[in-house]
């Protein structure tokens, strides 16, 4: 086993609990690390034996897009959408996080994080 993570995914997108986020959108950041049995791709230095990163990214750009009320929900389908996807992928975890979130106060960024094994339900 190992992992596999890309840290710091920056996008543009419109998510938040009022309408106004959702209107005129925020900045937010995503980190996400997948466990992933790579023993095959690390003895054969084939890609289709391990968890393309590349792909993963797509699946992050694709939900990030999806406009959402909460943090958690985008978290969930991310994780949903990766166990879909990678087959040899074990347990996922995601932080999103978005900067400067109407709390009434200076706040660099509010960060969500939420960790599951395949094998779990939420």
Do not use: W
Not at 19 to 26: H, K, P, T, Y
Request: one cysteine or more; a negative charge.
């Amino acid at each position: 086993m190992g992992f596999i993570s890309l840290e710091g995914i920056e996008f543009f997108a419109y998510h938040g609990y009022y309408d106004e986020e959702r209107r005129i959108g925020n900045k937010y950041s995503v980190d996400i690390t997948v466990e992933v049995n790579f023993r095959d791709a690390a003895e054969h230095d084939k890609l289709a034996e391990t968890l393309d990163y590349e792909d993963l990214y797509k699946i992050i750009r694709d939900e990030i897009n999806i406009p959402s009320k909460l943090l958690e929900h985008i978290c969930k389908r991310i994780i949903d959408s990766v166990f879909t996807r990678f087959a040899k992928s074990t347990s996922v975890e995601v932080s999103i996080s978005k900067f400067n979130p109407p709390i009434g106060g200076v706040c660099q960024r509010a960060r969500v994080t939420m960790k599951r094994n395949r094998d779990e339900t939420i």
